[in-house]
Protein backbone atom coordinates (compact mmCIF):
# COMPACT_ATOMS: atom_id res chain seq x y z
CA UNK A 1 0.00 0.00 0.00
CA UNK A 2 1.16 3.43 -1.06
CA UNK A 3 1.43 5.97 1.55
CA UNK A 4 2.48 9.58 1.34
CA UNK A 5 2.92 11.67 4.57
CA UNK A 6 3.36 14.98 4.57
CA UNK A 7 4.24 16.79 7.60
CA UNK A 8 6.28 20.41 8.66
CA UNK A 9 3.38 22.89 8.16
CA UNK A 10 2.33 24.83 10.57
CA UNK A 11 1.61 29.26 11.45
CA UNK A 12 4.27 31.08 10.54
CA UNK A 13 4.76 34.97 10.76
CA UNK A 14 4.91 37.10 6.86
CA UNK A 15 8.79 36.67 6.00
CA UNK A 16 8.87 33.51 7.85
CA UNK A 17 10.11 29.92 6.51
CA UNK A 18 8.71 26.76 6.54
CA UNK A 19 10.26 23.43 5.42
CA UNK A 20 8.01 20.48 4.55
CA UNK A 21 8.61 17.04 4.26
CA UNK A 22 6.43 13.93 2.52
CA UNK A 23 7.71 10.43 3.40
CA UNK A 24 6.90 7.84 1.07
CA UNK A 25 6.27 4.03 1.05
CA UNK A 26 5.13 1.35 -0.73
CA UNK A 27 6.59 2.33 -4.03
CA UNK A 28 9.76 2.57 -5.53
CA UNK A 29 10.62 6.31 -4.67
CA UNK A 30 13.26 6.71 -6.83
CA UNK A 31 11.59 6.29 -9.76
CA UNK A 32 8.88 8.33 -9.26
CA UNK A 33 8.81 12.20 -9.73
CA UNK A 34 7.43 14.28 -7.28
CA UNK A 35 5.51 17.15 -6.25
CA UNK A 36 4.24 19.55 -4.58
CA UNK A 37 0.79 21.64 -4.75
CA UNK A 38 -1.69 23.63 -2.74
CA UNK A 39 -5.32 24.30 -2.44
CA UNK A 40 -6.33 27.47 -0.44
CA UNK A 41 -10.33 27.72 0.66
CA UNK A 42 -12.31 28.34 -2.29
CA UNK A 43 -9.43 28.43 -4.74
CA UNK A 44 -8.12 25.41 -7.43
CA UNK A 45 -5.59 23.02 -6.44
CA UNK A 46 -2.19 24.58 -8.00
CA UNK A 47 1.20 23.76 -8.52
CA UNK A 48 4.18 24.68 -6.42
CA UNK A 49 6.92 22.17 -7.60
CA UNK A 50 8.04 19.08 -8.58
CA UNK A 51 11.52 17.65 -9.18
CA UNK A 52 12.07 14.91 -11.36
CA UNK A 53 13.12 11.25 -10.76
CA UNK A 54 16.77 12.28 -12.30
CA UNK A 55 16.75 15.63 -9.98
CA UNK A 56 14.85 18.12 -12.72
CA UNK A 57 12.98 20.98 -10.67
CA UNK A 58 10.29 22.95 -11.92
CA UNK A 59 7.86 25.82 -10.18
CA UNK A 60 4.90 27.60 -10.29
CA UNK A 61 5.30 31.05 -10.92
CA UNK A 62 4.00 32.43 -7.62
CA UNK A 63 6.64 30.83 -5.89
CA UNK A 64 9.79 31.24 -8.05
CA UNK A 65 12.74 32.11 -6.33
CA UNK A 66 11.03 31.48 -2.78
CA UNK A 67 10.38 27.77 -2.75
CA UNK A 68 13.18 25.26 -3.05
CA UNK A 69 11.64 21.40 -4.03
CA UNK A 70 14.37 18.77 -3.33
CA UNK A 71 14.69 14.90 -2.30
CA UNK A 72 16.32 12.39 -0.54
CA UNK A 73 16.26 8.83 -2.53
CA UNK A 74 17.77 7.21 0.83
CA UNK A 75 15.15 8.13 3.13
CA UNK A 76 12.06 8.30 0.56
CA UNK A 77 11.96 11.93 1.14
CA UNK A 78 10.92 15.00 -0.92
CA UNK A 79 11.45 18.27 0.70
CA UNK A 80 9.79 21.95 0.31
CA UNK A 81 11.83 24.82 1.88
CA UNK A 82 9.77 27.99 1.82
CA UNK A 83 11.08 31.37 2.45
CA UNK A 84 9.68 34.48 1.93
CA UNK A 85 6.18 33.57 3.15
CA UNK A 86 3.42 35.46 2.10
CA UNK A 87 -0.41 35.56 3.30
CA UNK A 88 -1.38 34.26 0.29
CA UNK A 89 0.88 31.53 0.30
CA UNK A 90 -1.91 29.94 3.15
CA UNK A 91 -3.13 26.84 1.98
CA UNK A 92 -3.43 23.03 2.24
CA UNK A 93 0.35 21.71 0.86
CA UNK A 94 -0.06 18.71 -0.35
CA UNK A 95 2.89 15.93 -1.87
CA UNK A 96 2.59 13.73 -4.92
CA UNK A 97 4.03 11.58 -7.24
CA UNK A 98 4.07 10.39 -10.48
CA UNK A 99 5.43 7.66 -12.49
CA UNK A 100 5.64 8.63 -15.74
CA UNK A 101 6.06 12.58 -16.39
CA UNK A 102 5.76 15.42 -14.22
CA UNK A 103 2.93 15.22 -11.46
CA UNK A 104 0.04 17.88 -12.87
CA UNK A 105 -2.62 19.30 -10.24
CA UNK A 106 -4.93 16.10 -11.79
CA UNK A 107 -2.48 13.35 -13.17
CA UNK A 108 -0.74 12.20 -10.57
CA UNK A 109 -0.14 8.30 -9.37
CA UNK A 110 -0.57 9.33 -5.49
CA UNK A 111 -1.67 11.78 -2.96
CA UNK A 112 -0.85 12.82 0.44
CA UNK A 113 -3.40 13.88 2.99
CA UNK A 114 -1.99 17.09 3.20
CA UNK A 115 -0.54 19.48 5.32
CA UNK A 116 -1.66 23.06 6.44
CA UNK A 117 0.40 25.66 5.78
CA UNK A 118 -0.63 29.76 7.49
CA UNK A 119 1.27 33.00 7.02
CA UNK A 120 -0.11 35.72 9.15
CA UNK A 121 0.21 39.25 8.02
Known amino acids: QVQLVESGGGLVQTGGSLRLSCVASGLTFSGYAMGWFRQAPGKEREFVAAIRSGGGTYYGDLVKGRFTISRDNAKNTVYLQMRSLKPEDTAVYYC???????????????WGQGTQVTVSS
Open 96 to 110: AARGAGVPTPRENDY
